[in-house]
Nanobody, 114 residues
């Protein structure tokens, strides 16, 4: 089970932080990721971190967002900087357990005002 925290209404240029808490050790996952979905659009990858710490970012957030993992707290966070109105979306956390189906969190709304 995953639970996402953070988000809300943020001014353009703001720097909110999202967190995703897992109910078990994140070492059991091959990777964890953040996706986002804007109204009327598909769900897209924002950032992903693998079990060995490798990261992948979507082109639109490279250089602005940073994903990190806290193994002691079983939490993955997404630091978002220099937010733009086009970053407005519902942000979802996803875990990729070994040998099990992917697990999605409930989503958290981020709205960027211009």
């Amino acid at each position: 089970q995953l639970q996402a925290f953070g988000g809300g209404l943020v001014q353009s240029g703001g720097s909110p932080r999202l967190s995703c808490a897992a109910s078990r050790s994140i070492f059991s996952f091959n990777a964890m990721a953040w996706y986002r979905q804007a109204p009327g659009k598909q769900r897209d990858l924002v950032a992903l971190i693998t079990n060995d710490g490798s990261t992948i970012y979507g082109d639109s957030v490279k250089g602005r967002f940073t994903i990190s993992a806290d193994n002691a707290k079983n939490t993955v966070s997404l630091q978002m900087n220099s937010l733009k109105p086009e970053d407005t979306a519902v942000y979802y956390c996803k875990a990729e357990p070994r040998g099990e189906p992917n697990v999605w969190g409930q989503g958290t709304q981020v709205t960027v005002s211009s």
